[in-house]
């Protein structure tokens, strides 16, 4: 099993930023991707961005250009930055993992709220 833990969710002004994290726990070794979702009330979840074991990354199109995605391999651990964020950006962040060579997630944590306010 591998548990995912999100942190740095948040109550921001238009236009403010915030830093994300999530650390992966247990047994990691076979984990290869490691993404961010978001989910606003009333919508669908909403891939944000992953980045492989390898160092590939990507992002979503509503978001590029104002989220980073990075990744520490010897923690587990991946970082979502958040800048020029509005308050469409309001939603529940989660963490999420898969095995490699899959293309559903496996894992999820219970998420970290973000609010902007206007």
């Known amino acids: 099993q591998v548990q995912l833990v999100e942190s740095g969710g948040g109550l921001v002004q238009a236009g403010g930023s915030l830093r994300l994290a999530c650390a992966a726990s247990?047994?990691?070794?076979?984990?290869?991707?490691l993404s961010w979702f978001r989910q606003a009330p009333g919508k669908q979840r909403e891939f944000l961005a992953q980045?492989?074991?390898?160092?590939?990354?990507g992002l979503a199109d509503s978001v590029k250009g104002r989220f980073t995605i990075s990744r520490i391999n010897t923690k587990n651990t991946i970082y979502l930055e958040m800048d020029s964020l509005q308050p469409d950006d309001t939603a529940v962040y989660y963490c999420a993992a898969r095995h490699e060579g899959k293309t559903e997630y496996d894992f999820w944590g219970q998420g970290t709220q973000v609010t902007v306010s206007s």
């Open positions: 247990g047994s990691t070794s076979h984990i290869s991707t």
């Open positions: 980045s492989a074991r390898g160092g590939a990354t």
